[in-house]
């Protein structure tokens, strides 16, 4: 019945008008909708609920959840970001920095690094603790002097061969290992992520040389921290045509959308246009533009269906699986989200 | 006025555990005199909308509860308030604790699920690697 469709719509789609979005927030609250029963049943969610790996690389995973609330899928994403930690260069102690960069600035660089080592087997520091023990701090050593090259030509002004070790780029920190760092991680595994960040450019006679201190700290406190590099979610997009599409208004409706998202088929000498794949749309809403064509087509999006998208900062190690709902004080939520890292 | 001189406040026992011997409060109850326990008022600390919104999401679930709501204080503060009215003579304390319990079954589930199809993932990865050759 027409009353029936529209109240599932209203709970269940994000509609996208043409000059404003309808249903935005949750309404399935117990009580708001007479034949509902919306109290919370955990039976009923798990029954519902399910996550789907899409796409998983070093650099990036692809994932749907679907049957969970908008909240809750916000607070995940929050927490990719703000709350997972990670190992970050904290402390520099500069013994001789000549180069054009400044102490500070050089210090900034450092923090922003992203080290390959897992904060599982590390502890946060204790506030106060100037010094660090092997337990929560991994040291690292940049020492890198630029010298001019003897045998350059005499006429040469390419940098690559006037100088060398002009360039400083993250290869040459060596990992210093504290107390029993060196039998608990095999040689090569505490490292930067990527050997090839510039951080500073030298000229003969400049020399950097400093000692890192990495600690274990979280998004929250600086970005520095933050496993991810983006983490985002999009709504499905539910694209469904209220009267049938024929000829070429047919070609035309598929060109108002992404390629791939709606596809004309021939039926009986006709062209017809059917909604293929929605979920490639990135809603340009370019539909409404056409005069003809956008009372035949409601634009929405499907409440529950959330598709992830996280790009992480650290190759080879799934950071982004690890999120941690936290309360204020330890017995409250305390649930941990680790999945195995990828081979 | 003559609330706010009324009013009483109460340092609930939950604490976080920080360094040695500094103790700060994780969460308060604020609630006016005169009225039973079904309106209170609970001021989380070191909290935002991560917890917020989802705690109130798993709270307005329960059909006990007449209203939730949270809001921050101040952006510079890192406090909610999160109020909660029950019907009839229900503590709040009881809607509360349910939601925060319930919060933690979802999240358990999500994560049984999720480590379940990372694991389903790299299965079907391997298989159709070997079935190349």
Known sequence: MAATQAV?????????????????HTTDFPGNYSGYDDAWDQERFEKNFRVDVVHMDENSLEFDMVGIDASIA???????????PTMAVEKVLVYNNTSIVQDEILAHRLGLIPIHADPRLFEYRNQGDEEGTEIDTLQFRLQVRCTRNPHAAKDSSDPNELYMNHKVYTRHMTWIPLGNQADLFPEGTIRPVHDDILIAQLRP???IDLLMHCVKGIGKDHAKFSPV?????????DITLLEPVEGEAAEELSRCFSPGVVEVQEVQGKKVARVANPRLDTFSREIFRNEKLKKAVRLARVRDHYIYGVSLCCSGWSAVARSR??????????????????E | MEEDQELERKISGLKTSMAEGERKTALEMVQAAGTDRHCVTFVLHEED?????SLRYMIMKNPEVEFCGYTTTHPSESKINLRIQTRGALPAVEP????????MNVCQHVLDKFEASIKNYKEQKASRNESTF
Request: net charge positive.
């Open chain 2, 49 to 53: 909308h991560t917890l917020g919104n």
């Open chain 1, 325 to 342: 709902l936290t309360a204020t004080s330890t017995s409250w939520l305390q649930v941990i989200l680790l999945p195995q890292p990828p």
């Open chain 1, 229 to 237: 590099a983006t983490a985002s979610y999009r709504l499905l997009p």
């Open chain 1, 205 to 207: 006679g400049q020399e």
């Open chain 2, 96 to 103: 509360f604790q349910r939601g925060l319990n319930e919060l």
């Open chain 1, 8 to 24: 599932e719509e209203m709970r269940s789609r994000v509609v996208l008008g043409e000059f404003g979005v309808r249903n935005v």
């Open chain 1, 74 to 84: 916000n607070a995940f994403r929050r927490i990719l970001l703000a709350e997972v």
